[in-house]
Each structure stands twice: as structure tokens, then as C-alpha cells.
């Protein structure tokens, strides 16, 4: 997709987030109601609020483009594979953070160009924090006070290694990784606020050795790529989407510093 497509659609594209996180903001601070969805992941009516703002406003702004969102029911594959672009959309991450009230949820809105990712915009509305990113034009990071600033991952990490996790408590799974890893400090953080701190050269890796689905990553990961990183799965080969029937990401890495091949620190199978 050219470049200047894609430069033309950012601006419309990061005040659809804005719209969306108001729409959050409002249900957050009157209250809400938790339902669980099929798979028993939790749903309020903040995320279907989201979900309804950005659709319908992607629709006007982008009508030829199909749009595939957590929200709705997926597309069959069998229609998706025939997509040359779309939108991926979480309108909530972190519903779970949304829940407990840490402020800790974002806004994901991509576009997928083929199986990558070509435009990414993360929003965390109770923070005022944009990051926003499209192929070729590098990655910013945007507060509710300043103008916005480009981002970079941070190379050649040495010393202690510094770790974005969520707020849960590691998995068995990525204890033992860690600690292969070696001396490390973890920065606690919900949604895709940890690949973004990965961007922003605040951490050096985000290792999620456990399920999420493509829309969690797809927004964070143009970001994570401009910035300079890199997101891969544990074979060290880039994240890809739509390239398969269901929705799944395998296990994968958020890197700063791609040189680094961090599937080295993984146990034995």
C-alpha cells in the first residue's frame, strides 16, 4: 500500500481512537456491568461501545475495506483469505485491567496489508497516551500535554535485561525462561502498553509464552517495528496475519533489539 495512503489515513484513524477511548472513559466512570463471553473471557459495555464507534467510523472513512474486530463474530477464512487489506481492531485491550480499574487498557486499531501489519494506533484513555506508527514514517508517542514525539527501541542491551509483564502472575512457563535470561528487572503493565514500552525504549523485551489472538498484537506491532524492533515467534520468525483459519498468535517475542535471539532462553521441549 503506498506510503502516502497510508500518511493520508493516520490522522482520521487516530481520532477514530480518541473517539472510542471517550466512549470508554464515559462507561468508566459511571460504571458497568461484566458479562462473560463464550470462551469465558470477560465483556462490558465499554468494549461494545468501542467496538460500534470505530466499525461504523472505519466504514465512512474506509467503505471498501473489510473490518474484522474482537467484538464481532470472525469472518470465515475462507472469505478472509481472499482480503488484500483490512482493518483488525481490539476496541478494548485489557478488559481484565479495565475491571480492576488500573487504567492500564488501550485502544488497538490496525491495518493489515497482506499478513503484515502497515498502520498501528494503541490509545490508553485514562493515561492520555497515543502511539501511533505507519510503514515507512517511524513511531510516536503522543501525551495529552505534548507535541508528539518519535520513538525508538533501545539496542544492545546491557546489563540487566529489563522485562515488561502484565499484571498476572508469570506463567511457569516464562519463570523459567527468566531465568535463563539471567539478571533482569520486570515492569509491570497491562495490554499493549508492554509492547509499547518495548517501542519506546523503555523495556527490552515482552515474552508472552501463552494464548492471544491476532488483534492483540497487530496495532503494537507496526509501532514496535518503526521504532525499530521486532515481534516474532519463538522460532525468531516475524508475526504474520491472516494467514490461517483461526485467530490464535503462536508464542512470540516483543523485541528492542532484533539482533538478539531470544528463543535461545527457551527450556527444552
Known sequence: MPEHDLKELLDPVIQIAYQAGKEIMEIYDAGFSIENKSDQTPVTEADIAANKVIETSLKALTPHLPILTEETTPTP?????TWPRYWLIDPLDGTREFI???????????????????????????KGVLYYAAKGQGAYKKDSTNEPKEIHVRVKCSGKTIVACGRSCPTAEVKAFLENVGEHEIVRVGSALKSCLVAEGKADLYARLGPTSEWDTAAAQCVVEEAGGAITDTNMQRLRYNTKDELLNPHFFVAGDPSIDWSQYLGAD
Open 100 to 126: 480492576k480499574r488500573n487504567g492500564e487498557f488501550t485502544v488497538n486499531i490496525a491495518l493489515i496489508d497482506g499478513d503484515e501489519s502497515v498502520m498501528g494506533v494503541v490509545y490508553a484513555p485514562v
Open 77 to 81: 477464512y475462507s472469505v478472509r483469505q
